[in-house]
């Protein structure tokens, strides 16, 4: 199936610890992004990479650090969480040209205790 | 910079009736606009775009005009069903990187 898939679906971990989502997509897309979304549904954009480079960094803490080892793959490292770092993580991928829709994945539910 | 309002829900209707969403848009120049929709447990789904001034996106029964001079993309759909009911989102990007900018989306649940 051709998708954008992000594991762990759920991600239940203590405050302090660090944890880390996976992404992927076999789209063929040359973009890709992460989004957070609050429990009133709000969704934020936290990063966003190009071909591997890095192009939005929203303003995030530094606790979060997006790696791209290709095209294809975009993980989220979160250190040291917090109470409030819970929420559901998206992934997204997209073509970079104009007016390209958004494919997303179907999160990661993040709850720190 | 850019944003995205659209009416807080939720909209609560019965089957088959008739459901307009309203959606505005503030951006410099012409952005394209979106419409997503988020079924329970799941991502976000493209449903329908519209890239340009009176342009008519439509999908699945449900169909948005771009509107420039009320700079509004109301989504509208003329007979909802039960599996209508999740989250829309509004969207509009005037990127080359298609960064979306998304409205705080409206929950609607439609009831037999």
């Known amino acids: 199936d051709t998708a954008v898939s992000q594991t762990p679906k759920y991600l239940v971990t203590q405050m302090g610890n660090d944890k880390s989502i996976k992404c992927e997509q076999n789209?063929?897309?040359?973009?890709m992004y992460w989004y957070k979304q609050d429990s009133k549904k709000f969704l934020k954009i936290m990063f966003s990479y190009n071909n591997k480079e890095l192009i939005i960094n929203e303003t995030v803490p530094n606790r979060f650090s997006p790696k791209s080892p290709d095209k294809a793959h975009l993980n989220l490292h979160i250190n040291s969480l917090e109470l409030g770092d819970s929420a559901v993580y998206f992934c997204?991928?997209?073509?970079?040209?104009?007016?390209?829709?958004?494919?997303f994945g179907n999160g990661t539910r993040l709850t720190v205790t | 910079g850019d944003s995205v309002t659209q009416m807080e829900g939720p909209v609560t209707l019965s089957e088959e009736a008739f459901l307009t969403i309203n959606c505005t848009y503030t951006?410099?120049?012409?952005?394209?606009l979106f419409w997503y929709v988020q079924y329970p447990g799941e991502g976000l789904q493209l449903l329908l775009k519209?890239?340009?001034?009176?342009d008519k996106g439509s999908n699945k029964g449900f169909e948005a005009t771009y509107r420039k001079e009320t700079t509004s993309f109301h989504l509208e759909k003329g007979s909802v069903q039960v599996s209508d009911s999740a989250v829309y989102f509004c969207?509009?990007?005037?990127?080359?990187?298609?960064?979306?900018?998304f409205g705080k989306g409206t929950m609607l649940l439609v009831s037999p």
């Open positions: 997204a991928s997209s073509q970079s040209q104009p007016n390209s829709p958004l494919h």
């Open positions: 519209a890239t340009k001034a009176d």
């Open positions: 789209l063929g897309h040359d973009t």
């Open positions: 951006a410099t120049g012409y952005p394209s």
């Open positions: 969207a509009s990007t005037n990127s080359g990187y298609s960064t979306l900018t």
